[in-house]
């Protein structure tokens, strides 16, 4: 464009092509044309730099908020380490049928804090008995799965504070009509209906164990 506009001038100048009365006006036209295509190219580089420049900046600030993150949490683990309880290894026949199978499976049991792992000591042996039940109605099948691992995971955290008067299975009460508007209609269609009565859901039962570690799994 700018080319184009040059030659023009230039033929302007030189009187090839255009009048002469002409001449002046049609420079200060050409000079404007170049002036404004100028002005609008550099505000094009000028509006694609400062998208560049914010794009970089944002990215930059998501960076620094996740080292932060990564940071405060690490920070918050040295203030509260994990508490780890280990047992002593289980070795029990399994419940397979067609023939003899036995586990050897180490335990270990992470606890909210150092408190709770001194007070299971005291009901250790009791600990221990429930989580041999469990593993010796296990097949090897079952064992020897991944889900079959973290079903079994699960049920070592509830009959690990099972002793301590924890019922770790109960699940919460959902919330229930007492009765339906139907049911108002079908005893006394001309009654007003009654207002629904709903029960209180219970609390959801802390689990003091947080997580089962294995440290040895050997089924044969």
């Keep these: 464009m700018a080319t184009a506009a040059a030659a023009v001038v230039d033929a302007a100048v030189a009187g090839d092509a255009v009048p002469k009365k002409g001449k002046k006006k049609?420079?200060?036209?050409?000079?404007?044309?170049?002036?404004?295509?100028?002005?609008?190219?550099?505000a094009a580089v000028f509006m694609m730099k400062k998208k560049a420049a914010?794009?970089?900046?944002?990215?930059?600030?998501?960076?620094?908020?996740?080292?932060t993150a990564a940071t405060e949490k690490r920070k918050e683990r040295a203030k509260n380490p994990p508490t780890f309880v280990p047992l002593e290894p289980f070795v029990v026949n399994l419940a397979d049928k067609e023939a003899d199978r036995f586990a050897q499976i180490g335990v270990t049991l992470e606890v909210e804090d150092a408190k709770f792992a001194e007070e299971m000591k005291a009901y250790m042996p009791a600990i221990r008995n429930g989580i041999l039940m469990v593993l010796a109605h296990k097949t090897s099948a079952q064992l020897l799965s991944r889900e079959g691992k973290l079903a079994l995971a699960r049920e070592i955290m509830r009959e690990a504070v099972l002793p301590l008067g924890i019922d770790a299975s109960a699940e919460p009460a959902p919330k229930v009509v007492a009765a339906s508007d139907e049911e108002q209609d079908e005893v006394d269609p001309d009654a007003e209906p009654?207002?629904?009565?709903?029960?209180?859901a219970a609390a959801a039962v802390n689990n003091p164990v947080k997580h089962v570690h294995f440290s040895n799994f050997i089924v044969q």
């Design 26 to 42: 049609l420079i200060i036209i050409l000079v404007a044309v170049l002036l404004i295509a100028l002005l609008g190219g550099g």
């Design 54 to 67: 914010a794009a970089a900046a944002a990215e930059e600030d998501g960076g620094e908020s996740e080292v």
């Design 194 to 200: 009654a207002p629904k009565k709903r029960k209180k």
